[in-house]
């Protein structure tokens, strides 16, 4: 694929309710057929090509969100191969849409047939499009259905001009500038071959004009395909216009049909989304190990540090570091938050806290303002309170830490017990010593302490210390009795010789001494 020229259109956030582009109303069609039929084998996957995904959203939810902001009276999509998958993604993503099927693969003249059936009747314009083109916008959409309305045209394609125009079929213009005919690489001669300007496939039609070509092409190749661009050629036999639109962005126009065209994708579209973010505001180090999903909302002066993704709808305030190293999906992170080599997901992040390093947010996780996860600390459903710090080497599942508590070093709160997962409050102000075990379901109350080693499994009343755990015994001799012949036994016996040549050694001293007195 040769190398489009610079841009930095970002595609509409992957929804069924995105906002319509200006001039979306006035560009309203009867219907937007979007084929997604075919088999993407050369994906080599169980899973459907366009299930898979670029900047963490389906290939096939960028052309469903696409056509859904031009506000059609019919949004179609013609599925066949793994239809199964499809239709079901379509049902999580675009529940408005309409599936027609295609069995038998023919060619996508025969898929827009497929698509048409049942819809009646229409009137004004109908749009083909694909759903393996994700950089494909609804403002370009837009652009081709006003051009075609413009020029009274029956057919108007989409077109780009490439580099490298090796394998796409060219765009043969007349003396007056219209579309004379669609040549395919292979069928095309020298002077056609040298031609940059060429057919992405998408197309805007008479609904008149489609539906009567349709009548009118035959399987005429190799293939016994039926092709839409043989519309093209009923539709210049019958003297009515063809005509072009012409973008400068060839990635609008590339579809995905394997996983080095996939990566590509993805590297473009990000490139093109950190482009944006760095221009509104956002530090972004290392742009080439940052990865940002189109659904992620960045504020103004939040850095984001090599090595980081973030995912999903997570959202990012004012002055918050991210990174490096870490990883978030679908959290919030509250002004002026650090968070580094950290995991994160489904939680929030308070305004002024800290996160990690190597801490692991799970869902449910709510950091107050202020607070602190640190090193080596996993939390899940835990609600820790503003000021509240754990930080370092703990577990806090099914946790409620008031405001300003302080969870020592190697603390567990121990939330199942291998039937009921049960929850733990830790109060106001109340500290827990290292090395705790909390066994939930206990409620420490506010300004309490438990002892460093304490396994708890009892309520701790405000102001109370806690110690939880047996008397210190030491067994003199233990150690040559019962591993004797060890090195840790050779040790020992070394260790109590020196003590006792130094308690003798003191023991003369004072002799002398008292001789010497006498």
Known sequence: MSAPQDQNQVQPTPASDSPSPAGAA?????????????????????????????????????????????QPEHLVVVVGHQREQVEAHLGEIAPHAQTAVQDQQRGTAHAVQCGLEGLGELHGEVVVTYADVPMLTAETLTELVLAHRSAANAVTVLTATASDPTGYGRVVRDAYDSVLKIVEHKDASEDERAIAEINSGIYVFDADALRHGLTQITPNNAQ????????????????????????????QTEGVNDRVQLSRMNAEMNRRILDRWMRAGVTVVDPA????????????????????????????????????????VDVE????????????????????????????????????????IGTFVETKNARIGAGAKVPHLTYAGDALIGEGANIGAGTIFANYDGVTKSTTEVGRYSFVGSDSVLVAPVVIGDGAYVAAGSTVTGDVASGQLAVARGQQRNINGWVARKRGGTKTADAAAA???????????????VTSVEEEQA
């Open 495 to 509: 260790a109590g010789a020196a003590a006792a040549a130094a308690a003798a050694g003191t023991t003369d001293t």
């Open 224 to 251: 016994n395909e039926l092709y839409l661009t043989d519309i093209i050629g009923v539709a210049r036999a019958e003297g009515r216009p063809v005509g072009a639109h012409l973008i400068d962005d060839l990635w």
């Open 333 to 372: 992170v509250g002004e002026r938050a650090t968070v580094t080599r950290t995991h994160a997901s489904l939680s929030i992040i308070g305004a002024d806290a800290a996160v990690g390093p190597f801490a692991y947010l799970r869902p449910g996780t709510v950091l107050g303002d202020a607070g602190k």
């Open 26 to 70: 006035e560009a309203q069609v009867a219907a937007v057929v979007v084929l997604a039929a075919g088999g993407g084998t050369r994906m080599k996957s169980s899973r459907s090509k366009l299930l898979h995904e670029v900047a963490g959203h389906s290939m096939l939810s960028y052309a469903v969100s696409a056509a859904t902001a031009m």
């Open 289 to 328: 190990t940052t990865w940002v999903h189109a659904t992620v909302d960045l504020s103004t002066d939040v850095t984001l540090l090599p090595g980081t993704s973030l995912e999903g709808a997570t959202s990012v305030a004012s002055g918050a570091v991210i990174g490096p190293d870490t990883t978030l």
